[in-house]
């Protein structure tokens, strides 16, 4: 049997890890200012709900066309900036009621292989971060990026409870946009593990590229809750490749300077490792600390599931592992700091002792 969507819309995300830090003041300082130059609004849409420290700045960016599956359709678009450096471009695309399971896992198929999202995402991003450069502290353009898409539907027809809508469509193929090949029964149980639901009448199947949310009520905090969870990822992601190559210069550094013998390298060295240390560990302690954020029990639930698939806590073993290896790196060049140190003192009153002794000789020997 077939369903028909009748109210919903496709949520599309792309999340950019853009600096260090954002001041969140400054940047709603910056932008109430030169809003109107710059075709940006502030805007409660979709709707902030979900409880946290320091909730992002939300921006609409304005609408635009974009052509699917030879119709053209309306695209909405927003940004989120994140205190942790993260920008998040969400491109919300409205289902066009009536649309067939069938077309729309077409549709996600589309979605899948046009880069059109891509690219835009990117463009958007970059004109953002131009605009609110002042409040970014050490912005960087690193190419990598997250992508997610949510299908959210408010009003399904024909459905009468919401734990029906797996045995009524086959929700795995359109969470993996797979509109060729027939999915395994293993597979299809495999996706399926994600399923969530609070009530009878909504629903929640969660994988790591991709989501399907039904909530009648047309409240995007699950949405918001994945969201907030992928850019997490993306901040693991960025520092796990920034450890990587900090972790590289460092050998490369420290191989330096033991061909030199007695570098004074060493001691910006260790500050360099400690410092990193001290940064990462609190970025680790702020992960953590999401679930305390969260406020309600079954959107942390979410929240948790989400970073279950997005395979966070392999992320952060991965980060923590490196950080540690910063930690000893700087226990290790603090040692070799102070036997320089050491040495160099041993060596200065050898050479103060024979100085010594030479002006002693020489007076002897004068008399």
């Known amino acids: 049997m077939g369903l028909n969507i009748k109210k919903g819309s496709i949520l599309i995300y792309r999340v950019f890890d853009v600096a260090e830090e954002a001041n969140l003041s ?7 200012s030169t809003a109107t130059r710059a075709r940006l609004r502030f805007t409660s ?22 052509n699917l599956l030879g119709k053209t359709a309306r695209i909405e678009t927003f940004a989120k900036i994140w205190d942790y450096g993260v920008v998040s471009i969400l491109f919300q695309i409205p289902i066009t009621p009536g649309t067939s399971w069938e077309e729309l896992i077409n549709l996600s198929a589309k979605l899948e292989q046009d880069t059109f999202i891509d690219d835009s995402a990117r463009m958007r991003a970059q004109e953002l971060v ?20 949510i299908f959210f539907f408010e009003e399904i027809e024909g459905l009468i409870t919401a734990a029906d809508l797996s045995d009524q469509v086959d929700t795995a193929r359109l969470i993996v946009a797979e509109n060729t090949v027939k999915l395994s029964e293993r597979a299809k ?36 809750v994945i969201e907030f969870a992928l850019t997490h990822m993306m901040e693991m992601r960025y520092y796990d490749s ?4 900090r972790l590289g210069m460092l050998y490369d550094a420290i191989e330096e300077s ?22 990462f560990s609190e970025f680790i302690e702020r992960v953590d600390n999401s679930f305390k954020v969260v406020g309600d029990f079954y959107l ?9 698939k997005f395979r966070m806590s392999e992320w952060e073993g991965n980060v923590t592992r490196k950080i540690n290896l910063f930690s000893n790196l700087s226990e290790l060049l603090q040692g070799e700091v ?5 040495l160099w003192l041993e060596i200065t009153i050898v050479v103060l002792i024979l100085f010594e002794l030479a002006t002693t000789f020489v007076k002897f020997a004068v008399h």
């Open 26 to 32: 400054q940047i709603e300082e910056q932008l109430k």
């Open 338 to 342: 102070n036997v320089n140190r050491s």
């Open 45 to 66: 849409g979709p709707r902030q709900a979900v409880i946290m420290a320091n909730a992002p700045v939300t921006l609409s960016l304005g609408e635009s066309d974009i």
């Open 130 to 149: 131009a605009h609110i450069n002042p409040a970014l502290r050490d912005p960087h353009n690193w190419h990598e990026f997250e992508d997610y898409v």
């Open 258 to 279: 033991r061909a030199r013998f007695f570098s004074n390298r060493f001691t910006s060295l260790s500050r360099e490792a400690s410092a990193r240390y001290i940064e």
């Open 242 to 245: 920034l450890l990587d190559q």
């Open 189 to 224: 149980k495999s996706i399926l593990e994600g399923t969530y639901q609070y009530s009878d009448s909504d629903l929640t199947i969660i994988d790591w590229n991709s989501a399907i949310v039904l909530e009648p009520s047309g409240r995007k905090e699950i949405p918001e």
């Open 300 to 308: 942390a639930r979410i929240f948790r599931a989400a970073g279950e």
